[in-house]
């Protein structure tokens, strides 16, 4: 489905016109578009077929209850990185079954909290932290289930501050030494070591570095159980891009899953993904009203009601996210900066942007924004948080209010 879509010139999402929702919701706003995010889903659970497989969504994409609660329901599990994401998950009525625990700096108090919720397994970033879960689940007097994360030295091709699969990376065991690690791990009996996961970075626009990423990980897994291992599953992290740019081709959910089935089938391995981007980026935009139009000597500016506290990507990764008006109109083109309302230069939306022209009080969507978007914005400059709606076909809720001035002081003393 197309989650966003002109109609008689207004942009829509779903059955709903983004107008409407800016000017009843206000704006900085985002919006989801349920069924785009479910669809994504589909995409990845169907591809797989009757392969043993859970797609474990990556929570910190975004975690908004609603998000996690359909996904939930549509019977995924949960990829977390801390206990406050974990707490999401059972808020959401997740199932702590379905859920994989990675990071590089789980503290104690997390991993003596996934083990009370009973979750899947912890992927283990290195040997201290195979001793603190054995010794945690000894206390508890459980067993825990552990897949060590390997690093498989590929450089995946993506922006330098989301590739996470090379040697001089902070994740991960090195390949090379990953089956010395899980023979020095047989001792602790509180383990049950069943597991093989690695991730090898984020907005991954070519398979290929993937793909040679499974490859050495199953030969890994054939060296482990010719030791004796007992290998019941294989995690692959997630990672898949999304096109942000109009000319940019992203894989395919359903060809890439493919094709890491044909690696994986027969033998005897349940297949574990945690997709986040690729789930939720395109079921999103924000919402940001024009509030004025200005010229410096070298420069024309759009300034909008959004800023790097809302969408920090363009920012801190350079992101390209298209800008399109929520009604189109017979203006010419021009050539602007996007900037927010933040007192830094850093805070702009897009940089040297050809687009339709704009004026004080129209709406504009800032496009692809539902992953690593609302998850990373801040109270900076004390700017209240933006609201999150979900549409539904012809039906729009509040998924979390706008902040209030009270919000951005509560805790303070
Ligand atoms: C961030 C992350 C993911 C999700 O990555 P996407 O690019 O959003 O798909 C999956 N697994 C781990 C371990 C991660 O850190």
Not at 28 to 53: M, T
Not at 365 to 379: D, H, K, L, M, T
Request: glycine share 10%; aromatic share 8%.
């Amino acid at each position: 489905m197309d989650a966003f879509a002109y109609r008689e010139r207004a942009l829509y999402c779903e059955e709903v016109a983004l107008a409407d929702v800016a000017a009843r919701a206000g704006t900085p706003c985002y919006v989801y578009s349920a069924g785009k995010v479910f669809e994504n889903f589909r995409a990845y659970d169907q591809a797989f077929g009757d392969l043993p497989h859970t797609v474990c969504y990556s929570v910190k994409a975004n975690g908004n209850l609603a998000v996690l609660k359909l996904l939930a329901e549509a019977g995924a599990g949960f990829d977390i990185v801390s206990g406050g994401e974990l707490y999401r998950v059972r808020t959401a009525g997740g199932d702590p079954a379905k859920v994989v625990f990675s990071g590089v700096g789980k503290t104690a108090q997390e991993i003596d909290e996934a083990l009370a919720a009973g979750i899947f397994v912890f992927n283990c970033e290195s040997e201290p932290e195979l001793a603190l879960v054995d010794a945690l689940a000894h206390r508890r007097g459980v067993k825990a289930r552990v897949a060590l994360r390997v690093n498989p030295d590929i450089d995946a091709l993506t922006h330098a501050y989301i590739s996470t699969g090379n040697l001089a990376h902070k994740f991960g065991v090195d390949i090379g030494e990953a089956e010395a690690v899980y023979e020095r791990a047989r001792s602790h009996e509180n383990l049950l070591i069943e597991g093989v996961s690695c991730h090898i970075g984020s907005q991954l626009m070519d398979s290929q570095p993937v793909m040679a990423a499974v490859d050495r990980v199953l030969e890994l897994i054939e060296r482990l159980k010719s030791k004796g291992f007992e290998i019941r599953h294989a995690d692959f992290g997630g990672g898949l891009g999304v096109a942000y740019k109009p000319a940019e081709v992203a894989p395919a959910i359903a060809m890439f899953i493919t094709a890491l089935k044909t690696r994986v089938e027969g033998r005897g391995l349940r297949v574990m993904i945690e997709p986040g981007r690729s789930i939720v980026a395109g079921a999103g935009v924000l919402l940001t009203r024009v509030l004025y139009r200005k010229k410096t000597g070298a420069k024309d500016f759009v300034v909008v009601d959004a800023a790097m506290n809302d969408l920090i990507r363009p920012a801190l990764y350079g992101a390209y996210h298209e800008i399109v008006p929520v009604r189109q109109t017979d203006g010419g083109r021009v050539r602007v900066d996007v900037v927010g309302p933040v007192c830094e230069t850093g805070d702009f939306l897009a940089r040297d942007r050809e687009m339709p022209d704009v004026l004080p009080g129209d709406t504009l969507a800032i496009c692809a924004a539902g992953a690593y978007g609302f998850v990373q914005s801040s109270n900076y400059n004390s700017r209240p948080r933006a609201a999150e709606i979900m549409v539904e076909g012809g039906a729009w809720r509040v998924i979390r209010r706008r902040e209030s001035y009270d919000d951005i002081v509560r805790g303070e003393l």
